[in-house]
């Protein structure tokens, strides 16, 4: 069972949902414990403002639904979990024991609205000084829809960034996307 009960890579393989649960259709759960940190990244800059598909929610408004209802049913195994906006950054609950009542409470701080540009490789960037400290392995969620404000001028690519730091620390990167429509960050 992945972080947010998501499929992804080794480290998870079944998809275990929430109706599963309410149903019963699990009998006997046992959850392992695939990484010893958690950390999201998670995108409030303007564009996450466009409507989700054919929903009367914004992306940003359907990306904070999900992170909360994750929340509510994510089992504590002892996790140190962080959750950062990079649109500006913003340490909203700096990496630390999962507490899901604390964690519930940083959530209710995220903005009402998303503002502000996409700077997702200055995100991923500081996301470096927060790896360096961290013991074990990592997983990193990173919440958007795709675009990225910091374009052209020798920047490195997201993606070139994200694969430095996959290489330097033990880390592995889902992302999770509201896009509905073709961006490119590279």
Known sequence: ????????????????????????????????????????????????????????????????????????????????????????????YPVQKYDKAKFAQALQTLPKKATSATFLTDGLRRLDTILKDLEGRTAVFLFTDGSDTNKGGGMKKPSVIAEELAKKYNVCFYIISTADDFYSSE
């Not at 998809?15 to 999201?40: C, G, P, S, Y």
């Not at 992170?67 to 996790?79: A, H, K, Q, V, W």
């Open 1 to 92: 069972l992945g972080i947010f009960g998501l499929a992804a890579n080794a480290w998870a393989l079944e998809i275990i949902t929430e109706e599963d649960l309410r149903q019963e259709v699990i009998v006997n759960l046992d959850l392992l414990k695939m990484a010893d940190n958690a950390i999201i990244l998670f995108d409030s800059s303007s564009s996450m403002n466009k409507l989700y598909k054919d929903t009367d929610m914004t992306r940003y408004d359907v990306a904070k639904k999900l992170l909360m209802e994750r929340n509510e049913i994510f089992p504590d195994l002892g996790y140190n979990f962080g959750l950062y906006l990079y649109t500006p950054w913003k340490a909203v």
